[in-house]
């Protein structure tokens, strides 16, 4: 089953413009990852962060972790047509060893 | 270095019938996990394979099996196919460390 949800399921934007994804998840976690699908390929991991962090960055990403709240969500800044996919938070439970995976929200950036 | 690599890519099997997917993890990653991928029901976690024990499993039947050698590649099994196995299937890699994972391109089953 899926551990939470993501918000919006989809979202569509202009070149140039930020996208925010928002991610809530049920359990304690470890940590928290951010992948991105491009249409029905493997995933590739973005960026981790973990449960004692409130804020990373990574290039033009950012995230940010509400542990209180059981809640992330990641920022593209000055999206371009190439970040057209699919994004997926991931937790890694305090269990450990398997992820849980959110819905994903499909991003469209239009030239 | 090589990625996750996950053989085949495509796959077309008739119910009743049994595949084996395989997948190579990075060279020095012990652990391998498998995912299964539908619109339905989204990403799922089969199970891992730690140092050749399966350390945790999904909610899965019977029929998906999995294992792991010594060199850290693994399989997945699924016997007696049903139509609803048709998915992406993922395999992916890590340290088993609490660190990111990394995926192979995943192999597509269709069960006919």
């Known amino acids: 089953s899926q551990q939470g949800e993501e918000d919006p399921q989809a979202l569509s934007i202009q070149e140039g413009e930020n996208a925010t994804m928002n991610c809530s998840y049920k359990?304690?976690?470890?940590?928290l990852q951010w992948y991105r699908q491009n249409s029905g390929r493997g995933l590739v991991h973005l960026i981790l962060?973990?449960?004692?962090?409130r804020e990373k960055h990574s290039g033009r990403l950012r995230v940010t972790l509400d542990t209180s709240k059981k809640s992330s969500s990641l920022l593209i800044t000055a999206s371009r047509a190439a970040d057209t996919a699919s994004y997926f938070c991931?937790?890694?439970?305090?269990?450990?060893?398997?992820?849980?995976f959110g819905e994903g929200t499909q991003l469209t950036v239009n030239p | 270095k090589a990625g996750v690599t996950q053989t085949p890519r495509y796959l077309i099997k008739t119910r009743g019938q049994q595949v084996t997917l395989s997948c190579s993890p990075i060279?020095?990653?012990?652990?391998v996990s498998w995912y299964q991928q539908t619109p339905g029901q989204g990403l799922q976690f089969l199970f891992e394979?730690?140092?050749?024990?399966?350390?945790n499993k999904g909610n899965f039947p019977g029929r998906f099996s999995g294992r792991q050698f010594s060199n850290s590649r693994s399989e997945m099994n699924v016997s007696t196919l049903e139509l609803g196995d048709s998915a992406l299937y993922l395999c992916?890699?890590?340290?088993?460390?609490?660190?990111?994972?990394?995926f192979g391109s995943g192999t597509r089953l269709t069960v006919v």
């Open positions: 060279s020095g990653h012990r652990s």
């Open positions: 359990t304690s976690i470890n940590n």
């Open positions: 992916a890699s890590s340290t088993g460390n609490l660190g990111g994972y990394t």
């Open positions: 394979y730690f140092s050749e024990t399966q350390r």
């Open positions: 991931a937790t890694d439970a305090t269990s450990g060893s398997r992820l849980t």
């Open positions: 962060i973990r449960s004692n962090e």
